[in-house]
């Protein structure tokens, strides 16, 4: 098992470096930075509990060297599983303290994406919430020990189980860290959601991934004085970093955790707390306007809402700031660089109806024709990208890394996007077999293959449907063996192969058969284009 590394060539290093994107900063420097230049400023709210910069650095340093003591070395990955708590953010930066590597699990995932991404990262210990929403994570993941030979650790935050440690227990002396890391080392790995099979591993350096912090500070008017809302869960990229939690913190601003992204709870925390700033996925943000609607929330400090993760239609985005009464920031971006922002000074038109603009002006964009052939501007056409802050290539995947990456580097987004004159992207849907369910990327092969371990489907193939709500939602045909599987069994079958509950699918039809080619074999891509043409077709004769 290799390391996870991150490299740029060196002509395009040196550029970075000298037009001062790369600064040569770090995460564990930059907590320490900010506790020692305001440390009672407040960094972290959650419910009645404040934790102020010097509160955070002190926990997460003596975490950090507490890890050390039970073993672990600099450069080992620790996996990490938290809901929107502020042990999420003692863990992540306790490890950066201590040299570690972070690998974002989402609270979603269950034994199949942890049992994934633990093997692949190949950690050394794994960071868990004892229970997320009710869901017991300490037990799944003790359960997971004996497939893991490589694990030493599972380190609990709550109450932990026999057979593991509780976070609270785990101090050191922080005179015992080493040195701050290379800039240009993995500070810790994203996971993708990927075209085919389960989450790839995104390795991102500190100088690529602080650079986008700043960028997108300077772009949200972020500051000191600001307060940002993770509404999301605080391991999502976009919750991350767009600017998210870790832009605010970066600024020395106040971080307040929403503990559910509903109306009720979050407008109220909102008002509470003084927010200016959140983000949300299109269903959500349609369901607090739904609200909004009904009862008028009056949120005086909110000034920008953000909506991102998947495309937000311009017929709700206009209701935006009339019903919340604050701007709107339409956001499209991934968790392996580029990220795009409608800018505060941008007409409503380029508002509501564009997912907006790169951050930097080395962000170089690509838009091509199937057959690798720039297409006219204006027209629609595949999406490339390389840049300061998107990577080079996946963590041990060769395979994914030659079909996701050109050889001079640019990474293949799978987007179809039409951009107009002014740079603005008008992202227009997914040109591989991914479906993009409430921001949550979900592989139709994944999905298949999952189905095709019911002893009584034959086949099966997932697509993708346009969906008002959820952005797309998974549509699964299936070829069966007789006797036929109700949807209803093979929803609870999914549910029993312990993945995340987003990947089982929307609607399940039971089908007699597929075309085939004229030679007879099935071409899956076809497949699934003819499969969801015909579900499109269906719907527009509806009534």
């Known amino acids: 098992m290799t390391d996870p590394i991150q490299t740029w060539p060196a002509d395009l290093a040196a550029r970075y470096r000298a037009r001062g994107y790369w600064r040569g900063e770090t995460f564990p420097a930059m907590l320490r930075d900010r506790a020692a230049a305001h440390p009672d400023r407040v960094a972290l709210v959650a419910g009645d509990a404040r934790l102020s910069y010097a509160a955070l650095n002190d926990r997460a340093r003596s975490l950090g060297a507490g890890l050390l003591a039970l073993g672990l070395r ?25 040299g570690l590597i972070p690998v974002y699990a989402l609270p979603a995932h269950r034994r199949t994406e942890l049992l994934h991404l633990a093997g692949k990262a190949a950690a050394r210990a794994i960071l868990v919430q004892d229970r997320i929403e009710r869901f017991d994570h300490a037990a799944m993941v003790l359960g997971l020990r004996g497939e893991l030979p490589g694990l ?14 509780a976070m609270d227990s785990i101090a050191g002396d922080a005179a015992t ?16 959601g990927g075209s085919t ?68 709870v979050a407008f109220e925390l909102i008002r509470r707390e003084g927010v200016t700033i959140t983000g949300l996925v299109p269903p959500l943000a349609l369901l607090w ?12 400090s909110l000034t920008l809402l953000q909506v991102g993760g998947a495309k937000f239609l311009p017929e709700s985005a206009r209701r935006v700031a009339p019903l919340l009464g604050c701007r709107l920031q339409q956001v499209f971006g991934m968790a392996e660089g580029l990220v795009n922002y409608t800018r505060n000074d941008d007409p409503d038109e380029i508002v509501t109806g564009t997912q907006g603009r790169p951050i930097s002006p080395d962000d170089e964009v690509l838009i091509l024709d199937d057959a690798g052939a720039p297409v006219p501007e204006g027209t629609p056409g595949n999406l490339l990208t390389r840049g300061p802050y ?69 086949d099966a193939v997932v697509v993708s449907i346009p969906d008002a709500r ?47 080619t004229a030679v007879g074999k099935i071409s899956r891509r076809q497949l699934r284009e003819i499969l969801r043409a015909d579900v499109l077709a269906e719907e527009e004769k509806t009534p």
């Not at 600099?74 to 930066?93: H, K, S, T, Y």
């Not at 869960?233 to 955790?257: D, I, K, Q």
């Not at 189905?451 to 009584?456: I, T």
């Open 289 to 300: 306007l739904d609200a909004a609607e009904k009862t008028p929330p009056a949120l005086p």
């Open 152 to 165: 030493a650790h599972i380190i609990v935050a709550g109450t932990a189980p026999e057979g593991t440690l």
């Open 74 to 98: 600099p450069g080992d990955r620790v996996l990490i599983q938290m809901g929107n708590v502020p042990a999420f953010f003692e863990a992540v930066f306790g490890a950066f303290a201590a």
């Open 390 to 458: 998107t990577i080079r290539g996946y963590h041990d995947d060769a395979s994914a890394n030659a079909r996701s990456f050109t050889e001079d580097g640019f990474y293949r987004t799978g987007d179809i996007v039409q951009r107009l004159p002014s740079g603005h992207l008008v992202v227009m849907g997914r040109a591989n077999d991914q479906i993009n369910r409430n921001g949550e990327k979900i592989s139709a092969e994944e999905v298949e293959d999952l189905l095709l371990g019911h002893p009584q489907v034959f």
């Open 197 to 264: 099979g389960l989450p790839k591993l995104i390795p991102r350096t500190h100088d690529d991934y602080i650079y986008s912090l700043r960028g997108s500070n300077e772009i949200c008017g972020i500051d000191a004085e600001s307060v940002y809302m993770a509404t999301l869960p605080v391991a999502h990229n976009f919750t991350m970093s767009s600017p998210g939690h870790f832009g605010a913190l970066y600024a020395g601003a106040r971080v307040v955790l929403c503990p559910a992204p509903l109306p009720q």
């Open 177 to 192: 860290l080493p040195a701050d890391p290379d800039p240009q080392s993995v500070a810790f790995c994203q996971i993708s």
């Open 470 to 516: 959820l952005g797309e939602r998974a549509c699964a045909f299936i070829q069966p063996r007789e006797p036929a599987p109700t949807p209803a069994e093979l929803r609870r079958y999914m549910r029993g192969r312990e993945v995340a509950a987003f990947k089982v699918p929307d609607e399940i039809r039971i089908v007699d058969g597929f075309a085939t």
